[in-house]
């Protein structure tokens, strides 16, 4: 499996902008589709966006489009979300995650980060 760290998380108000970054380690990172999700408290996980091994295709839940962009950096082994026009109702922990292709890291990734919270308020 691939390891991964994020980090970015933190407070912002409403209607400001965060980038997270996710660092990948222990195999080859460009081998990899990465993704992001978020749990909100009493919540259940939920998908937010994905990226395709190249970093031509990207895919992103409805309640994100238009506000986030998912973006790799495959010689800095990196994957990035940057969130813009943020909402009190992203506040979630978000979590970066990893698989061998696009269906499964957008659905049950094999690979997951520690998480960073992210807080919006209002």
């Known amino acids: 499996q691939v390891q991964l760290v994020e980090s970015g998380g933190g407070l912002v108000q409403a209607g400001g902008s965060l980038r997270l970054s996710c660092a990948a380690s222990?195999?080859?990172?460009?081998?990899?589709?990465m993704g992001w999700f978020r749990q909100a408290p009493g919540q259940e996980r939920e998908f937010v966006a994905g990226?395709?091994?190249?970093?031509?295709?990207?895919y992103y839940a409805d309640s994100v489009k238009g506000r986030f962009t998912i973006s790799r950096d495959n010689a800095k082994n990196t994957v990035y979300l940057q969130m813009n026009s943020l909402k009190p109702e992203d506040t979630a922990v978000y979590y970066c995650?990893?698989?061998?292709?696009?269906?499964?890291?957008?659905?049950?990734?094999?690979?997951w980060g520690q998480g960073t919270q992210v807080t919006v308020s209002s």
């Open positions: 990226i395709d091994w190249s970093g031509y295709g990207t």
């Open positions: 222990g195999r080859t990172f460009s081998n990899y589709a």
């Open positions: 995650a990893a698989d061998r292709t696009v269906v499964a890291v957008t659905t049950t990734p094999g690979s």
